[in-house]
């Protein structure tokens, strides 16, 4: 099993739709966790952090369950722009940080 | 602000050369490391280190090299070119401060063709 899993899509979605996007992880010692979305051939930026409580940044929500181990994203009114790769990243202390991406879920936003 | 900066954009090398892959960052990031990119694969950990003078190998180490002798820079070295090193590659850093919460910034990438 990968340490982290994503669908990866693509997700194609009219403009103004809301889409979400899984993404689970398997080591239950993780301890931080981010969304980062990459354009074609272009290097990852981060999107937003993931809290334990849950976040939102404008039309984006992060959401975190411990419990059954994923991160969750969800775009709403989404935008042409937003049609990208998004990438799940997780964070696991092992002495030093150890970071583990996804290998991400596309998606295309269509006029 | 610079943040990361990597040096080539582009290059094209023929099996059995050697080149270097140059990074630098201006943020005063403990953090460093190396990634590459490949179709279907997602970003794999080449290399990494987290402060000067100490390097460690990372998911995919063989046949790179890398050295930290400033906080600032942190070099990616192929030894012998194969095609299979085909790929793009990202420089990252980072704060290494406050339990690993902070994100990774990375570079604009080099494009890599061994033919």
């Known amino acids: 099993r990968k340490e982290v899993e994503q669908d990866p899509g693509p997700f194609n979605v009219p403009e103004g739709a809301t889409v979400a996007f899984n993404c689970t992880y398997s080591n239950s010692a993780s301890q931080s966790f981010f969304w980062y979305r990459q354009d074609c051939r272009k290097e990852p930026k981060l999107l937003m952090s993931?809290?334990?409580s849950g976040n939102e940044d404008g039309r984006f929500t992060a959401q975190l369950n411990r419990a059954s181990q994923y991160i969750s994203l969800l775009i709403r009114d989404s935008k042409l722009s937003d049609s990208a790769t998004y990438l799940c990243?997780?964070?696991?202390?092992?002495?030093?940080?150890?970071?583990?991406f996804g290998t991400g879920t596309k998606l295309q936003v269509i006029p | 602000n610079a943040g990361v900066t990597q040096t080539p954009k582009f290059q094209v090398l023929k099996t059995g050369q050697s080149m270097t892959l140059q990074c630098a960052q201006d943020m005063n990031h403990e953090y460093m490391s190396w990634y590459r990119q490949d179709p279907g694969m997602g970003l794999r950990l080449i290399h990494y280190?987290?402060?000067?003078?100490?390097?460690d190998q990372g998911e995919v180490p063989n046949g790179y090299n890398v050295s930290r002798s400033t906080t600032e820079d942190f070099p990616l070295r192929l030894l012998s070119a194969a095609p299979s090193q085909t790929s793009v590659y990202f420089c990252?850093?980072?704060?290494?401060?406050?339990?690993?919460?902070?994100?990774?910034?990375f570079g604009n990438g080099t494009r890599l063709t061994v033919t």
């Open positions: 990243v997780v964070t696991t202390s092992g002495g030093y940080q150890k970071v583990t």
């Open positions: 280190s987290v402060g000067a003078g100490i390097t």
């Open positions: 990252a850093s980072s704060y290494m401060a406050g339990g690993f919460r902070s994100p990774l910034h």
């Open positions: 993931v809290y334990s």
